[in-house]
Nanobody, 114 residues
Framework: QVQLVESGGGLVQAGGSLRLSCAAS????????LSWYRQAPGDQRKWVAT???????AYADSVKGRFSISRDNAKNTVYLQMNSLKPEDTAVYYCKLDIDRMYWGQGTQVTVSS
């Protein structure tokens, strides 16, 4: 059973930075497509960024130029570096692994104060 565990969330002031991590159980990160999503209160879960097994990256327009997704296959971990944070980035952030099926982490809260 694949498990994904996010960490790195917290409270930060606008303009600050955070780095989220998502650690996967088992040596599978290198073979899958990894994504970050976020869900703000009262809103639906929305896609933030994706990195493929080949290293291609894609970002939602709302975070392009501020967020960066990366992966460390040796550590079975995917990261989301978030810079120039805005209050509207406040949400629970989830990582997702697409391999034989979709796997989701439990989420980590990010709160950006103005």
């Amino acid at each position: 059973q694949v498990q994904l565990v996010e960490s790195g969330g917290g409270l930060v002031q606008a303009g600050g930075s955070l780095r989220l991590s998502c650690a996967a159980s088992g040596n599978i990160v290198s073979r899958g497509v990894l994504s970050w999503y976020r869900q703000a209160p009262g809103d639906q879960r929305k896609w933030v960024a994706t990195i493929t097994s080949g290293g291609s990256r894609a970002y939602a327009d709302s975070v392009k130029g501020r967020f960066s997704i990366s992966r460390d296959n040796a550590k079975n971990t995917v990261y989301l570096q978030m810079n120039s944070l805005k209050p509207e980035d406040t949400a629970v952030y989830y990582c997702k692994l697409d391999i034989d099926r979709m796997y989701w982490g439990q989420g980590t809260q990010v709160t950006v104060s103005s």
